[in-house]
């Protein structure tokens, strides 16, 4: 008797992803380009290398968003390159440093608006540069899971279009173990930044940083921290708040969301809100 070789739960779960993905592009008319958001972290690594899978892909896409740890995009370019993604590149127009000196470093209530001037900005431009009829869509896919707080509020959904964007989030339910799994069974190199902060390190605008989130940056990539301290140091002579990862003084201002490019933060907001409950 012929043994039916057994499907795993891993197996499944990739199974149900590209059915996300299909029907993602089945119900929402004409999606003409699939881009893979890769942040360099393990999450959105999974998430890009499946959709690289998929025929309708077209390129990875990495946002600099001029506060990462320079490790972190090393590491995720030499990923995109393993892998012939094809990476494209987008730039905060407005650089990380000259929004802290207007404005002062951000706590958890300029989530949003550091989100749409390093994040969002580029995502519009990558979606102005490959859509050319008013009914194209275009397709991002997101390494985005769900915690527990998520699952609670009911906050993310797999499938989302926002207008012309299409967001795609086709590793929703997997679990660390289902991630760790496809990592190694498709010899995908682990973000060494990812495994020493918890934390891909492309975004460290602090809106949501740890209490000692700045000294665990030092032991590992000093550079960086050095680069936040003398901003600080400039954000001081500017006459603006100038204390990175912590609230400004005055107002207490209310938690906000970033977009779908801030999952992690959004978890640490979830996290407000559980404490203040």
């Given amino acids: 008797m012929k043994l039916i070789p057994q499907i795993s739960d891993l197996d499944e779960k990739i199974a149900q992803s590209m059915a996300i993905i299909d029907q993602a592009l089945s119900e929402n008319g004409n999606v003409t380009h699939l881009f893979g ?25 990495m946002i600099d968003t001029t506060i990462a740890i320079p490790e972190a ?15 494209i590149e987008y730039r905060a127009p407005v650089p990380y440093r000259d929004i802290v000196l207007k404005h002062g470093f951000a706590g958890p209530g300029g989530h949003r608006f550091m989100y749409i001037r390093l994040k969002e900005r580029c995502v519009d431009r990558l979606v102005r540069e490959h859509k050319t009829q008013w009914r194209d869509r275009i397709g991002l896919v997101t390494g985005v899971r769900l915690s527990e707080s998520e699952r609670r509020m009911g906050h993310v959904v797999p499938i989302r279009r926002d207008g012309c964007q299409l967001w795609i989030a086709p590793i929703l339910n997997w679990t660390d173990d ?3 799994e496809y990592m190694r069974r498709h010899h995908i190199p682990r973000s060494p930044v990812t495994d ?3 934390m891909s390190g492309e975004c460290l605008c602090g809106a949501f940083a740890r209490k000692e989130e700045l000294v665990e940056i030092d032991l590992h990539y000093p550079a960086t921290a050095a680069r936040i301290r003398a901003l ?12 990175w990862g ?12 970033g977009g779908m490019l801030c999952s992690s933060c959004n978890q640490r907001n979830f996290a407000f809100m559980d404490d203040a409950a």
């Fill in 232 to 243: 600080e140091a400039e954000a001081a002579a500017a006459g603006v708040h100038a204390k």
């Fill in 37 to 61: 958001l890769y942040s360099s972290g393990n999450d959105s690594a999974c998430s890009t290398h499946l959709a690289s899978q998929h025929p309708a892909f077209t390129r990875a896409a």
């Fill in 196 to 198: 020493k902060l918890c």
């Fill in 178 to 180: 289902d991630k760790i």
């Fill in 246 to 257: 912590t609230r400004p003084p005055g107002k207490r201002i209310k938690p906000t969301l």
């Fill in 73 to 87: 995009q090393a590491h995720g370019r030499a990923v995109a390159e393993l892998f012939q993604w094809r990476l």
